[in-house]
């Protein structure tokens, strides 16, 4: 587990369909398949969601990022052989869970938890993801990592939207904290990945 400051780390979410995103009007959130330019306030689409110059995010970052929590693990199988006294532990598959906590400007995550926008566009590219059938590569989100300064960016790939809370202070700030998970291998590399995926990673 790795915790970064909002200060130190930049964070952007699109989905990963490379024509459909979600807009932000008045803090509701509804699926546009003509995507939305990202900003920090909407989730853009694969092209339209990042704009990258050289190391640096310089559009549809999230705003007002006061913490970002990275857990990389694996999902493990006991396997017991007859005649054997120790258990073998084989990996099924990766799991990366990524815990952004950020200053609440507006209800769009709010509204993006409530409205069943946690699987993102579904594979036809038409609309918004049930969650009801297996996901294409087209769905879910792509969460892109990058430490002010580094030259190294982390990108997370076809992950879910599997969390939401805020807390409430009656004297500060609102912040609401946004969980999303992945059983895609992460990738780290100098330039930001914008392109869809058509086949396993």
Known sequence: MAYFLGRDVV????????AAGFTNT???AAYNNTAATGDGTNVGDLGDGITQSGNEITAGALKDVTGVDLTL???????????????????????????????????????MWNKDYRWG?????????????QPGYNSGYRLH??????????????ATFTDYAVSLNADGV????????SHVTPTVQATLPEGAISSGL
């Open 145 to 158: 990592l990058v430490l002010k300064g580094a030259t190294e960016n982390m990108t997370i790939y076809i």
């Open 174 to 181: 609102q912040e609401e904290t946004l969980t999303f998970t």
């Open 26 to 28: 008045s803090g509701i």
């Open 73 to 111: 693990g694996a999902v493990d199988e006991d396997v017991a052989y007859m005649g054997q006294k120790t258990a073998l532990k084989a990996e099924i598959k990766k799991e990366t869970t990524v815990a952004i906590t950020k200053k609440r400007g507006d209800g769009f995550w709010n509204s």
């Open 121 to 133: 566009v579904n594979s036809a590219g038409d609309g918004a993801h049930d969650g009801l059938t």
């Open 11 to 18: 964070v952007a979410v699109t989905t990963e369909d490379d």
